[in-house]
């Protein structure tokens, strides 16, 4: 009991911390003269800020240091509630939106899924578009991490939090010996970043609006867009080559980014192997898939066909979800590999989702060991990622992942489909939330939304982008038995 009143009081001081994230909405309001909607969103922040005030004061004398059963909990508990506060601002503002499109909204926000159910996207205000594009940004690195580099200043631990929430199986590589040091360095990374994009598209050729919002969601791979056309809209082969470099950036584990920065040398990239072999893979799958593309004739020539198959490519495999074209219209093999990719590909540490390339290397190197064993049994063969060997707990850990990942695309998979959806739409929307990569195919394609689904689909998808973001084992682990015996 003590400990669970412990997870209330830091969730409350998180739901705190989170009425903070109202300001830039509001000072966007004040900016474009939108009384209405400023009212909208001083009402949530004072509804959020109160709530989470009563949560942390009734419960202030069981603070303390969190179990890592009840830093799960914790995790899963805020990645759940924030969202439902989130809505508060999207309901106010929007006429006749639900509770489940405007939750679906906001947790494809929070898990930088880029799914969305809102059309006139163009004409929304623009603190509303600050809103949206403002939550794919927190949600990138974790809005858990920025939690634990401020709740050790207010007497709570946060390395519980921080293995919860990290993704990948590496998740005890600190950068400093102090988890909030690791937080604080990672954040002013992340935001450095974010800032030059920023830049990069103002010079690009948006207005300060889009260049901030299209920067938030591009670190975030969360791919949330200003404009119903996505980056369609600008037509811009320059708006989408910044785009290009960007989100190559957030695919990266920001760890790395922070070590060459501290270094001042980019050798740490070349000794990385995931960042080796991500950027790798994606940079041939651009230019193969841009052959493939002008050998069908989609398009006339191969430097089109090789903007348009590199634009689209990055953004899927990269998880973020922006589009330029209708690729829902190509030959079917070009958008399959893409999502293929974006299951694959992104670094652990990054802002992208799904498997991650650490266990895409380790299974690969798990295979190759499995026929050395076939051919010399007796061979001692230990694995080896970047020159260090990888324990066998850790290799058993990602095959288990890796099954279990499996099973919940294949059985939610079935549960759209006895919902009435059809194969391909059912299938791509499964992978789209629990890679968080967003766009699909057929009626959840990139020409259209997810405005289309019923609350249950709607529903199933939410928990898929969740069950995607915290990387499956965080969530599952709750509806074990072992774990409430713990």
């Known amino acids: 009991m003590r400990r669970t009143l412990t997870i209330v009081n830091a969730l409350g001081l998180m739901l705190v911390v989170f009425s903070l994230t109202y300001l830039l909405p509001i000072v966007t309001a004040v900016i474009y003269s939108d009384q209405s909607v ?18 942390w004061l009734l419960t202030r004398r069981y603070r303390g240091e969190l179990s890592i059963r009840h830093g799960y909990l914790l995790v899963v508990g805020m990645w759940t509630m924030m969202p439902a506060f989130a ?99 990672l954040w002013v990374v992340y935001l450095s970043i974010t800032a030059l994009c920023i830049f990069s598209l103002k010079w690009a050729g948006m207005d300060w609006l889009d260049a901030v919002c299209h920067s938030f969601s591009a670190m975030g791979l969360g791919g949330f867009s200003t404009h119903d056309a996505s980056i369609g809209y600008y037509n811009s082969p320059v708006i989408e080559a910044v785009l290009v470099v960007f989100m190559l950036i957030a695919v990266v584990n920001f760890a790395t980014h922070f070590l060459a920065i501290r270094n001042r040398s980019l050798s740490v990239y070349r000794k990385d192997p995931e960042a080796f072999s991500t950027l790798g893979i994606i940079i041939l799958s651009c230019f193969g898939i841009a052959l493939f593309l002008w050998w069908k004739g989609v398009y006339p020539d191969f430097v089109t066909a090789l903007r348009h198959a590199t634009f689209n490519l990055v953004s899927i495999a990269t998880s973020s979800g922006y589009s330029s074209v209708d690729f829902a219209t190509w030959p079917i093999f070009a958008p399959l590999w893409m999502m293929f990719l974006a299951a694959t590909v992104a670094s652990a540490g990054s802002t992208g989702g799904g498997i991650k390339m650490i266990r895409t290397l380790v299974l690969v190197k798990q295979a190759g060991r499995e026929f050395l064993r076939l051919l010399h049994p007796s061979a001692v063969n230990p694995m080896k990622i970047g020159g260090q060997v990888v324990m066998n707990s850790i290799v058993f850990a990602v095959l288990g992942f890796i099954f279990l990942y499996f099973m919940v695309v294949v059985t939610l998979t079935f549960v759209l489909l ?69």
Not at 41 to 49: D, I, Q
Not at 110 to 120: I, N
Not at 433 to 458: E, I
């Open 38 to 55: 400023l009212w909208d969103f001083l009402l949530a922040m004072v509804w959020t800020a109160c709530l989470g005030v009563l949560m």
């Open 87 to 185: 809505t508060i601002p999207l309901m106010l503002v929007i006429p006749d939106l639900s509770f489940t499109d405007a939750y679906f909204e906001t947790m494809s926000g929070m898990t930088t899924t880029g799914a969305t159910v809102l059309v006139g996207l163009d004409y929304l205000p623009p603190a509303i578009n600050i809103w949206r594009h403002e939550l794919n940004w927190l949600g990138g690195l974790g809005i858990i991490v920025l939690a634990v580099a401020i709740l050790p200043l207010l007497g709570i631990g946060g390395r519980q939090l921080f293995k919860a929430e990290t993704p990948g199986p590496m998740k005890d590589s600190a950068l400093t010996p102090r988890i909030a040091d690791t937080a604080r360095n």
């Open 418 to 486: 006895i919902s009435g959806m059809d194969f391909i739409s059912a299938f791509t929307a499964v992978l789209a939330s629990v890679n968080n990569f967003g766009p699909g195919l057929g009626t959840v394609g990139p020409a259209s939304n997810y405005q289309s689904l019923t609350d249950f689909q709607t529903w199933v998808c939410t928990a898929a982008m969740l069950i995607g973001r915290l990387e499956i084992f965080t969530v599952l682990i709750l509806f074990t038995p072992r774990f409430w015996r713990a």
